[in-house]
């Protein structure tokens, strides 16, 4: 994985373009999301053993908005069950290029991986076959949000009985003072990580009209009505947390 820092915001922008998973993003995105997202080393590793729980045989496990494919190596070193393949899914083609790579590489250094497809294109015209255990990890929050609910209900239908969405979202909170404090740890958090002020601010200008992050209830009243029938939050760390959906 490149090991390039995340200097993207260092320098004063005159005006800040919105945030785009371009190349300029491929080369740090290991470091910038390491550094931005509280819990995430532990959210994708554990993705996969979570994951191992629920996998069916016989069936796709998907990874939507795969970035560099941290998640979809994570099913691969931990789901050992009889023929699942896993299907990787973004529409950032120079994400996808980089991907493939990382994958022959974990190819290269490990015997008997699940096999792997790593898809160039859309989430939301996807034509899901049937799936054990379909991750959204960061990805949802990145749909606008008319789609979303039919996004979860299409995921919903390819779900077979024993398997799982597994949905890791940034929150906004409905209380102003829990949203505000949690903000600010999370301020905190990328201060600590070495961001300066004026990175926060200009990252945090960068997404703020792509990125709409919702609350926990919102999320739970979403997939119910998409038609899960269990919501399990299974991690929080500030203001990111991530979810179980059974079907
Ligand atoms: C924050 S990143 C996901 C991080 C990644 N899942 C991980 O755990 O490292 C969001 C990803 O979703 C992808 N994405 C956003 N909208 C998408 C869509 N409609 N279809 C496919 N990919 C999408 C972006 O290109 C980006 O790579
Ligand atoms: O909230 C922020 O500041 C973030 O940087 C979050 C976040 C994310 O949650 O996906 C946003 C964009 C980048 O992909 C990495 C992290």
Same mark, same amino acid.
């Given at each position: @994985?490149?090991?390039?820092? %995340?200097?993207? &915001? *260092?320098?004063?922008?005159?005006?800040?373009?919105?945030?785009?998973?371009?190349?300029?993003?491929?080369?740090?995105?290991?470091?910038?999301?390491?550094?931005?997202v509280? #819990?995430?080393?532990?959210?994708?590793?554990?993705?996969?053993?979570?994951?191992?729980q629920?996998?069916?045989? !016989?069936?796709?496990?998907?990874d939507? #908005?795969?970035?560099?494919g941290?998640?979809?190596?994570?099913?691969?070193? !931990?789901?050992?069950? %009889?023929?699942?393949?896993?299907?990787?899914?973004?529409?950032?083609?120079a @994400?996808?290029?980089r991907?493939?790579?990382?994958?022959?590489?974990q190819?290269?250094?490990?015997?008997?991986?699940?096999?792997?497809?790593?898809?160039?294109?859309?989430?939301?015209?996807?034509? &899901?076959?049937?799936?054990?255990?379909?991750?959204?990890?960061?990805? $949802?929050?990145?749909?606008s949000?008319?789609?979303?609910? /039919?996004?979860?209900?299409?995921?919903?239908? *390819?779900?077979?009985? /024993?398997?799982?969405?597994?949905?890791?979202?940034?929150?906004? &909170?409905?209380?102003?003072?829990? !949203?505000?404090? $949690?903000?600010? $740890? !999370?301020?905190?958090?990328?201060?600590?990580? /070495?961001?300066?002020?004026?990175?926060?601010?200009?990252?945090?200008?960068?997404?703020?009209?792509? @990125?709409?992050?919702?609350?926990?209830?919102?999320?739970?009243?979403?997939?119910? *009505?998409?038609?899960?029938?269990?919501?399990?939050?299974?991690?929080?760390?500030?203001?990111? *947390?991530?979810?179980?959906?059974?079907?």
């Amino acid at each position: @994985m490149s090991k390039e820092p %995340d200097r993207i &915001f *260092a320098q004063p922008l005159a005006q800040v373009p919105d945030f785009v998973f371009n190349e300029d993003v491929v080369r740090v995105f290991p470091d910038m999301i390491k550094r931005s997202v509280p #819990g995430y080393p532990t959210i994708v590793e554990n993705l996969g053993v979570l994951a191992a729980q629920f996998a069916q045989p !016989h069936t796709a496990l998907y990874d939507l #908005g795969s970035s560099l494919g941290a998640v979809t190596q994570s099913l691969r070193r !931990h789901v050992r069950t %009889d023929d699942c393949r896993v299907i990787a899914v973004d529409n950032s083609s120079a @994400m996808v290029e980089r991907c493939r790579e990382y994958l022959n590489a974990q190819d290269s250094m490990f015997q008997e991986l699940l096999p792997v497809q790593v898809i160039d294109g859309d989430i939301l015209s996807l034509d &899901f076959q049937p799936a054990s255990v379909i991750a959204l990890n960061f990805t $949802l929050q990145f749909i606008s949000r008319d789609q979303r609910l /039919g996004l979860l209900q299409r995921i919903r239908q *390819a779900l077979v009985p /024993g398997g799982a969405l597994i949905l890791s979202e940034k929150l906004r &909170f409905a209380d102003s003072q829990e !949203h505000d404090l $949690l903000t600010d $740890l !999370h301020i905190a958090f990328k201060r600590a990580n /070495g961001y300066s002020e004026l990175e926060i601010a200009q990252k945090r200008s960068a997404i703020e009209n792509v @990125m709409k992050p919702d609350s926990l209830e919102e999320h739970r009243e979403r997939l119910l *009505a998409a038609g899960f029938s269990k919501v399990v939050p299974w991690f929080q760390c500030l203001n990111f *947390a991530s979810l179980i959906a059974l079907p």
